[in-house]
């Protein structure tokens, strides 16, 4: 296992991709050592994510910024910890475009203590959770490989592509053990609705326009965030100090058809007629430097590490609707 395994610190874990990963390796797999959750607790984050294994003894929460060295060394003295999986991020564009400096501060800047951090205690492996939008967009065809030129349109998009250059230039520079991985679109249960799809599941749901940019018709690759987890954990499991690893979710769909899809399930588990909900679609202007397409090729983790994704996107966004419907019932006492 790239690091021993023992003990495994976790940034952001409290957020929607972090959670999904802390959820999986304490409840479905053999996993003996420790975790810890280091989080800000910023908007994006919440602890309800993980309240399933917060008494886990494996388990402990540090409230913190991963800038605050101290915090870090501290955490370091009393627990020391082998693995540093990097989920803590600013990860939406529309945020990114509106305020760049965010992005810098912890996107790259957040990284690059890490890695000083790293550097001085060179047993830590440090795995870094990166994106398929640091290539930048396709066309209709083709799809980003592992040696891809990198080609950032966004402020967000930019800073995780400086954050990925940060990572393997310490890894060439001073020889840390370090792997990073990009993943396609991530969705599921527990992820803020400023993203697509918990967007439209909580506007069709109160009966509120479903904003889409332009026509509908830039085209994502779409990954449920439980796979994400599993990859994640393969890769420490099997993967090679020094390899990039893409994790795509074999789903490419043009953003209208997906929103058709989800007011499908949605409209089904409410028994309505999903017409009922195509009345609120309402096309906006494109977002600035909207990417076209993604899509990640995903040979070498499926021949390398022996992973592939297992949920389609049916049974994904089945999941996903479900539990948006729980969490509405739980504040609100019934499905308005």
């Given at each position: ?209 479903l904003p889409v940019y332009g026509k509908g ?120």
């Amino acid at each position: 296992m790239l690091g021993k395994g023992k003990h495994i610190l976790v940034t952001g874990g409290a957020g929607f991709m972090g959670s999904a990963f802390i959820r999986f390796v304490l409840q479905e797999t053999e996993f003996k050592g420790m975790l810890s959750n280091l989080d800000l607790l910023t908007y994006a984050a919440n602890l309800r994510n993980l309240s399933s294994i917060e008494s886990d003894s494996r388990y402990q929460f540090f409230h913190g910024d991963i800038s605050d060295r101290g915090l870090i060394e501290k955490i370091y003295q009393d627990h020391p910890f082998d693995t540093i999986v990097h989920f803590a991020a600013e990860t939406h564009v529309d945020r990114s475009i509106d305020h760049p400096q965010v992005f810098v501060e912890t996107n790259v800047l957040g990284t690059s203590h890490l890695l000083t951090f790293v550097r001085e205690h060179p047993q830590i492996h440090f795995h870094h959770i990166s994106t398929d939008e640091v290539y930048g967009a396709l066309g209709e065809q083709g799809m980003f490989t592992e040696d891809s030129s990198y080609l950032p349109n966004s402020p967000y998009a930019a800073s995780k592509a400086a954050s990925d250059h940060f990572v393997r230039a310490y890894a060439k520079t001073y020889g840390i053990s370090a792997t990073i991985s990009h993943a396609s679109n991530n969705y599921g249960p527990c992820q803020f609705p400023e993203k697509l799809i918990p967007l439209m599941i909580s506007h069709a749901m109160h009966g509120k326009p479903l904003p889409v940019y332009g026509k509908g018709e830039n085209i994502r690759d779409w990954l449920f965030v439980e796979d994400h987890a599993e990859a994640i954990w393969a890769i420490l499991q099997r993967g090679k100090a020094g390899e990039i690893y893409n994790v795509g979710g074999s789903c490419e769909k043009r953003n209208i058809d997906l929103l058709f899809l989800i007011l499908e399930v949605l409209a089904k588990k409410l028994d309505k007629d999903p017409t009922d909900f195509h009345r609120l679609i309402t096309f906006v202007d494109d977002r600035l430097g909207h990417d076209f397409r993604y899509a990640l090729d995903g040979h070498k983790m499926e021949t390398s590490i022996g992973w592939k994704p297992r949920y389609d996107l049916e049974l994904g966004l089945e999941k996903t609707v479900d539990w948006y419907l729980r969490e509405e019932c739980s504040v609100t006492g019934d499905r308005k």
